[in-house]
């Protein structure tokens, strides 16, 4: 749901043009990467803690 409300302010901004619009969508779309890039690496680092905490014996 939020990556649709990104994707409608980014296309806002840029069929606006306005400099502070175009700017705004710009930040939006770079917000939505580093999130999603900062979620990926968390799931990564869960993955790799619970495989190390797994209290399971072979």
């Given amino acids: ?3 649709t409300y ?3 302010v ?3 901004g840029l069929v606006t043009k306005n400099k502070y619009a ?5 930040r939006v ?9 900062l979620i990926m690496f968390l799931m990564i680092l ?3 803690v619970s495989e190390t905490l797994s209290f399971a014996f072979a």
């Fill in 10 to 12: 980014t296309v806002a």
């Fill in 29 to 37: 779309i770079l917000v939505g990467i580093t999130l999603e890039i």
């Fill in 1 to 3: 749901m939020s990556s």
């Fill in 46 to 48: 869960l993955a790799i």
């Fill in 22 to 26: 175009s700017y705004s969508s710009t």
């Fill in 6 to 8: 990104s994707i409608l």
